[in-house]
């Protein structure tokens, strides 16, 4: 080959560095030919003035890349590289649409971050970093012993769920979850409510599942079409129904259940059952089978944080077995830190004390929510009142739901209908509701909400 | 109906729970009969002997549960309830097989917990924490902005992977991105590398997906098996193939993306391309494609700890549209307390110098391990010694890869045969390897170790 004139930039960074560069630039540019031998690394290294440890680094790392190989008699000898187009340069990325501006958050997701118990919390953190060792390995596949120990218990007391932590599986979040049990249940086709929760259905459809639509009557999921609908696993909200509000009375409880029996399963959803303010909570449904029908999902996101993703599930003992054959190699989903941490935030007792004054907290805000809807919209009608952290408001006041939408985002207010809650669109017979969430409302903002939706839809 | 008798306890916790408790047994057996009425609530107060609050609270719960109905003139009205087998008890837990107990652990998955940088993220974590508010509700659906940030700052830095940060999308592990890859990229056949991670293929398996395994040679990937496959997506890991510990050299990569050009996709998995050791890091496979067909994966489960659960992945331009529409509804699955910890982290600069702590470390132990092998075993040959935390030890010992697994367990050594990676048993011409980890293999123990691999492999 000919002499390689090289030149060395005092800046440049480690010389051996600049000599792979520059080699890597002659092979690319094809000055440096498929079959044509580099010189001998002694012979380079005088002729650059430059050590042979530098030279030997510097083929080292064009061999490490391929551009170069190493034959045993006449040392390195060019690559032959195909020519690729050049790369293209990075497209900048899209401005995203900044969120809409509301002065009034009537979402359901929201929570207040003011009654986060921040300091018990970051006590607590400190602590199981101080015992960190333990903690930074892989852990136990379904969520770490103390944390599912704790959520059974707490689900023993609290909503009469029946179960050992060996049946408690943790992950981040309800969808991830949701998602798992899809898989799990072999793709057959989902019962879900509607109107619900929009999410699940999708969820299922892209896991390769079918959703049947079940329509809700005032006592939950109805069950004639249930059983019409070929479905083998129903989704449900039974403690609250999402959006409607309605707790499924005993009765239909066991008719689901007795549907469940024969080989079915029914996934209960226990989204915000912490919230029961005027008579105590009613006992989960899993609680009430004996047969081990009923899988049952919760979540901390609202008696936490959402920011926090920590949610569970108890599995029947009749579909412990399969999912530790199936899913049981994937490791949880959800930081040890974490886990641990919210572990001894309930071992500790702090966690139904945070819930007690949350509870106080969000009767308020619902109280006073109601009590201003009451004064400021003449003739409405409140629904869904006794639990869960957003109410149904039907206001005779000659608006679709779809323009009181509208109107409410104008007057700053930002809420759904819900007809949004109906997969294909809302019944001729479904209620004209708004659904108001008020658990990311700070009480002082209620009154000028309420102001905000008599001007969006009584127009004074 | 007939006078109830209640007995209130003293200890028995308030008295409109005893009541309701007591009413619902009377429902349960049946002694209350469906139909019946029960005693208005002024008269069962005053011949109990409690005020009518409690038992206004008890009616009130008994109705919420759908045990009694409120009727307009007769009051409340017991509700007709079939009965349910009675629920069977709680199965206890099986007893779990305890690990065995290993006294040197050479498997890949093991970080040594002595280098996490405790102090600086105990500091980060409280920083976070007392900037909370905003970071406790939902966050971006990819991931925190700043996170994201940080990651496509130091991909390109590190990497040379070319994005911003609206390409990067932040996942609870690489096994939880590799799913939704799976059900994104169509349920089409992947192609996976043969010996490779179990995992891969059995996530792909329980996503709906089929896997072609697809033989490693010593460059990587075989291209042409993989043409020959019908495969429209493969799963590589061109820096340090798991486990063979192959560099993919240029050339392979050139033939990887020509194929891929035509309307497939390359997923480069670079699971710990930061531990690179006697060279410089090759450059990404992401960052020679010029046509958008790379999507690159990586993980902080070996730079920072597998405890946090904290994976990314980079997608093209081509894809971001199509995952938006099929799983931008989704949250994403990280808690934003350790997404904002570790964006600090890595904007402090904290990262950079913990991986050049980590890698001094890990090179000291590579070195250590390798001179004991080769001190112990006479013959021994070791491989993919540059790069990654493992290596591969092939002994003349004359025991099959499954009797030396054996062996080394018997003497204290947990470890596994290069054998146990392939899909369907290694093939006749594999090389009778044992892959050794040692990030969890702290550098006093390796003496001890190698000992031990001696007494177990050549009996002396």
Redesign the interface.
């Given at each position: 080959m000919q002499s390689l004139t090289i030149r060395f930039a005092p800046g440049g960074g480690p010389l051996y560095?600049q000599l792979?560069a520059a080699l890597r630039a002659e092979i690319a540019a094809q000055r440096l030919s498929a079959g044509e031998k580099l010189p001998g690394k002694r012979r380079l290294a005088a002729d650059l003035g430059v050590s042979v440890n530098t030279v030997d680094?510097a083929y080292?790392?064009l061999a490490?890349?391929?551009?170069v190989e190493a034959h045993a008699r006449s040392g390195f000898v060019v690559?032959?590289?195909?020519s690729?187009?050049?790369?293209?340069a990075?497209?900048?990325?899209?401005a995203?649409a900044p969120p809409a501006p509301f002065l009034y958050d009537c979402a359901t997701?929201?929570?207040d971050?003011?009654l986060?118990p921040?300091k018990t919390?970051?006590r607590i953190?400190?602590d199981v970093?101080a015992r960190?060792?333990e903690?930074?390995?892989?852990?136990h596949r379904q969520g770490d012993e103390e944390l599912r120990e704790a959520v059974a218990t707490h689900l023993r007391e609290y909503r009469a769920v029946?179960?050992?932590?060996?049946?408690v599986v943790i992950g981040?979040?309800i969808?991830?979850l949701l998602?798992m049990l899809a898989?799990l249940l072999c793709?057959e086709t989902f019962a879900v409510e509607d109107p619900g929760y929009a999410?699940t259905a999708?969820?299922l459809h892209?896991?390769?599942v079918r959703a049947a639509f079940i329509p809700v009557d005032r006592?939950g999921m109805d069950t004639a079409a249930l059983a019409a609908s070929g479905a083998r696993v129903a989704y449900v909200t039974p403690s609250h129904q999402f959006p409607t509000g309605v707790?499924?009375?005993?009765?239909?409880?066991?008719?689901l259940?007795?549907w469940a029996e024969d080989g079915r399963f029914l996934i209960e959803d226990d989204y915000d059952s912490e919230f029961r303010f005027?008579?105590?909570p009613?006992?989960s449904l899993q609680?009430?089978?004996?047969?081990?029908r009923v899988i049952y999902i919760g979540t901390f996101s609202k008696s936490v944080?959402?920011?926090?993703?920590?949610a569970y599930m108890v599995l029947p003992?009749t579909l412990l077995g399969r999912w530790r054959d199936?899913?049981g190699?994937?490791?949880?989903?959800?930081?040890?830190?974490?886990q641990q941490t919210l572990a001894r935030f309930l071992q500790g007792g702090h966690f139904a004390r945070h819930l007690g004054r949350l509870r106080v907290a969000y009767r308020g805000r619902r109280d006073a929510l109601a009590a201003a809807l009451r004064a400021q919209l003449p003739g409405v009608r409140l629904d869904g009142l006794?639990t869960g952290l957003h109410l149904l408001a039907t206001v005779p006041c000659g608006l679709s739901p779809a323009q009181m939408e509208r109107a409410a985002a104008d007057n700053g207010v930002r809420c759904n209908a819900l007809a949004d809650y109906y997969a294909a669109g809302a019944p001729e017979n479904a209620p004209p509701a708004m659904v108001l969430g008020y658990a990311?409302l700070p009480e002082a903002a209620i009154p000028g909400a309420a102001a905000a939706l008599r001007r969006a839809w009584l127009g004074d």
């Open positions: 560095r792979y680094a080292g790392m490490a890349e391929g551009y690559c032959r590289l195909d690729l187009p050049a790369p293209a990075p497209v900048p990325a899209p995203e997701a929201s929570i971050t003011t986060f921040y919390w970051r953190q400190q970093l960190a060792p903690f930074l390995n892989h852990g029946r179960c050992g932590a060996h049946q981040a979040g969808e991830y998602g898989r793709r999410r999708r969820i892209n896991n390769g006592r707790t499924m009375p005993v009765q239909r409880r066991y008719e259940l007795r005027d008579t105590r009613l006992p609680g009430m089978d004996g047969a081990g944080a959402p920011a926090i993703r920590i003992e199936e899913f190699f994937y490791s949880c989903t959800v930081s040890r830190f974490e006794h990311g």
